[in-house]
């Protein structure tokens, strides 16, 4: 590691602590529904939503209510996103004919179980792509079904968030609030305006943003490339803002067109972080003690650093095989300039290990390199990132509710070891609340583990385009560990609502498709509901006084019990899967063989 690569980390980590507070101040007027300076202009636009969709807004919703009404945005938006995909043929905006008899050759069909498994994608803040969108979507299809998908996917996630605070905040009431309230005010005033000055930076930055039909030109070899051109700016600002992830190119990030200079790729990671560091100083502000918000963002803190840390050095590190001359094999030392396979290499091993960090961390999936093509421990990191449930700041809303659901397991485990009735911030753990966050934390990681299973080794997972080396098992490219881990990551990003990837898998056939949209469906709702059901819980009881049996739960302590709870269960969850993928992959790596 060098010393530059190093401080780049470190300047990045305190732009995301300077702006934590600031941001969590806003984020808690506008939930709570007080004045911003913002009411002038967008109060209007709040109270015309209000009204066009028969919105009371004084009316709050008891957690089952809340439940339904995120199931059935959820619904209305997975059938509308199908619909427009199935019928983009038909619409307006089609420049290149997509889904029509005129289509270029090169398109890809839009088939009922590719846009099933997109539709749930976009649905559940994951936005995997199975396909090349620059070949696939036309820019209606782009805008009105994606790009909206990208802003109420996320307002739902934060909306959630905002629920469970609530459960941690109030005592002896009935309702959590009302989840279209809370989606409207995360739109209106969070959303809308930062992504309009985003979209604005990233076209001044270089990125695009216009409806004219793709271009042909001549290369300096002679030969014709095509260059896609579509409405990109403004769908990339909330794609990094809500921690969607879904490129507008294949390329995603490492396209010049989404991230065309080095200070876009810092502002998109800034973007991704934002939100979710603010969260941590809501939640304390909320609760009335805000060192409880900043020993959540402790942990999370703590956790990014040495991730981007050890993923940096192993990317710097790269392959020991490789000698100087890449002709001689040598077993020691490090590959000189790194590992820059996958690399985009105007961002360099420092960059983009801290980029694949952050991405991972969050429920994000943007990339400027690819996963794929990374040292197995620096691959390693994304992975276990995702397989945390993404607590680590997370995507916006399911960072914090994901935490605040290890913080309840971690304050049941520190109560049992001192032989007290668990608490949290004035309310005690009791029973439900423990069963809720198990079934939540059991829930992704079935989908991940069985899935994964099942897909390594059924026959008909396998693919007829398939013509990678050893055997055709999943469509994966690669043989051996790195082939099985393509297979895990796939499931562990579906299930933790990413969506990056070791890419050497195809995932556009009907076996994934299906497996891969239930994997979302089930890890999404089933993390959604019992988080809001403890929020209800919670909600309806009174707060516990503190006295000297009480765990702290504001202090370093605590903050190493997070942490330690969080690593533990995702390490005797998943150890096995990673023994088998990057784990034995680098010892077999050390030994000079390489997949």
């Known amino acids: ?40 202009i967008l109060r209007p636009l709040e109270r015309l939503i209000y ?7 004084d009316e709050e919703q008891s957690w089952t209510r809340y439940a339904a009404s995120v199931i059935s945005i959820s619904v209305f938006s997975l059938l509308a996103t199908y619909a427009l995909q199935r019928l983009q043929g038909w619409l307006p905006f089609n420049p290149q004919h997509f889904s029509t008899p005129q289509a270029p050759q090169n398109a890809t069909p839009m088939t009922p179980d590719l846009a099933f498994q997109t539709a749930v994608s ?32 996320a307002a739902v996630g934060i909306a959630v968030a905002v629920a469970l605070i609530r459960g941690f905040a109030r005592h002896s009431a009935k309702a959590i609030g009302n989840l279209w309230v809370d989606v409207t005010r995360c739109t209106v005033y969070i959303f809308l305006p930062i992504s309009v000055l985003a979209a604005l930076f990233f076209v001044w930055q270089g990125s ?26 403004s769908q990339l600002a909330i794609k990094m803002l809500g921690t969607n992830g879904g490129g507008f190119t294949n390329a995603n990030s490492s396209h010049p067109y989404e991230n065309p200079t080095p200070l876009s790729n810092l502002i998109q990671m800034v973007l991704i972080f934002c939100l979710g560091a603010g969260l941590t100083y809501m939640f304390g502000k909320m609760v009335g003690d805000t060192r409880q918000g900043w020993a959540l963002f402790a942990a999370m803190g703590v956790m990014f ?9 192993a990317e710097q590190a790269g392959n020991p095989t490789i000698a100087s001359l890449g002709v001689e094999r040598s077993y020691t030392g490090t590959q000189p300039g790194g590992n820059m396979e996958g690399k985009e290499v105007r961002f360099g091993n420092p960059m983009t290990a801290l980029f694949a960090t952050v991405t991972t961390d969050a429920s994000c999936g943007a990339v400027i390199g690819m996963h794929d093509s990374f040292t197995p421990i620096g691959g390693l990191i994304p992975l276990f990132n995702i397989q945390t449930d993404e607590v ?23 109560g049992l070891m001192v032989g007290r009735t668990p608490e949290y911030v004035g309310k005690k753990i009791e029973q439900k609340e423990v069963k809720m966050a198990i079934i939540a934390v059991l829930a992704t990681a ?66 994934y498709a299906l497996t891969m949209g239930i994997d979302m469906l089930i890890a999404r709702f089933f993390f959604i509901i019992p988080a809001l059901a403890i929020a209800g819980s919670l909600a309806a009881k009174k707060l516990v006084p503190v006295t000297s049996g009480t765990l702290p739960t504001n202090n370093s302590l605590f903050v190493i019990l997070l942490i330690g ?9 998943y150890f096995p899967a990673l023994s088998l993928g990057p784990i034995v992959e680098h010892f077999q790596m050390l030994n000079g063989k390489v997949f």
């Open 1 to 40: 590691m060098t010393a530059l690569g190093i401080a780049q980390i470190v300047i990045f980590f305190l732009i995301v602590l300077a702006i934590t507070k600031p941001v969590g101040v806003f984020m808690t007027r506008v939930f709570e529904g007080q004045r911003t300076f913002l009411h002038a």
């Open 51 to 57: 009204r066009l969709g028969g919105i009371r807004e």
């Open 122 to 153: 976009f649905m559940t803040n994951t936005n995997w792509q199975s396909y090349v969108p620059e070949t696939t979507m036309s820019y209606f299809v782009q805008m009105a079904a994606l790009a909206v998908q990208n802003f109420i996917s």
């Open 208 to 233: 695009i943003q216009n409806f004219k039909p793709y271009e042909t030109v001549q290369t300096l070899e002679g030969s014709t490339q095509v260059i896609a051109q579509g409405p990109l700016a």
């Open 305 to 313: 650093l040495a991730g981007a840390f050890i993923c940096y050095w």
């Open 392 to 414: 680590i700041f997370g995507g916006v809303g399911a960072g914090l509710y994901s935490m605040l659901i290890y913080a309840v397991i971690a304050v049941f485990i520190g």
């Open 446 to 511: 079935f989908c991940i583990l069985v899935f994964t299973g099942i897909s390594s080794v059924i026959p008909f997972a396998k693919d007829s385009y398939w013509n990678g080396p050893g055997p055709a098992t999943a469509n994966t490219n690669n043989a051996g560990p790195h082939g099985f881990a393509e297979i895990l990551y796939a499931y562990t990003s579906g299930a933790g609502n990413n969506g990056s990837a070791f890419a050497g898998i195809n995932a556009n056939t009907p076996w």
């Open 565 to 573: 709870t969080v690593v533990i269960v995702g390490a005797l969850t």
